[in-house]
């Protein structure tokens, strides 16, 4: 598309080749990208400041969701994990059992199982999904001796610290999976 001018006194060269006053000189070529990058610049940040921002004050995201994307390699794990507290048998730590067996009476039975041995048994209820390993779930790097101990008394099971059961009025979380020794 050209553009069309109306010729003025201006447009006419004077006898040495000079110009004289204003001139319209054809536009550059790529004059319109410098405001686009610009404008994409600045949309980009826009986007990525409003996200940053509904994840920080989201109570339904989570950055631990976000941890496999941008996990960092880790050095490989030992074959025999160190224990950093002694397992202990804590009566005041309360323990919830879930029976994630897919069998009935496992919440119960594990239940009273671990309150014949001296600890404190909240809710024995049935877990939501089944699960093939037994985990022991603590939330606070405090318990790890207890889960430890829980661990020890009922001869099977993981431990895990994770937020998972934070809400909970457990100390301990007991998740029976298949490989129940029962």
Avoid: C
């Avoid at 160190?82 to 730590?93: E, G, I, M």
């Avoid at 069998?103 to 209820?125: C, F, H, N, P, Y």
């Avoid at 318990?143 to 661990?151: D, I, S, Y």
């Amino acid at each position: 598309m050209s553009e069309k001018t109306v010729r003025d006194q201006f447009d006419d060269l004077t006898p040495g080749g000079e110009r004289r006053g204003v001139h319209r000189a054809p536009k550059r070529r790529g004059a319109g990208f410098v405001p686009f990058a610009w404008a994409a610049l600045a949309t980009g940040v826009l986007v990525v400041g409003g996200v940053g921002t509904l994840i920080v004050t989201s109570d339904s995201i989570s950055m631990k969701d976000f941890e496999s994307i941008f996990a960092l390699p880790t050095a490989a794990a030992s074959a025999t994990p160190k224990a950093t507290a002694a397992p202990t048998v804590d009566p005041a730590s309360v323990v919830n059992v879930l029976n994630a067996t897919g069998e009935t009476g496992i919440a119960t039975a594990v239940g009273d199982q671990i309150a014949a041995e001296g600890w404190t048994v909240g809710a024995k209820s049935n877990a939501s999904e089944t699960a093939e390993k037994t985990f022991i779930y603590y939330g606070n790097p405090t318990l790890e001796g207890a889960a430890r101990g829980l661990a020890q008394t009922l001869g099977y099971g993981e431990i895990k610290l994770t937020d998972k059961y934070i809400e909970s009025s457990a100390q301990l979380t007991l998740v029976v999976g298949q490989d129940h020794a029962g």
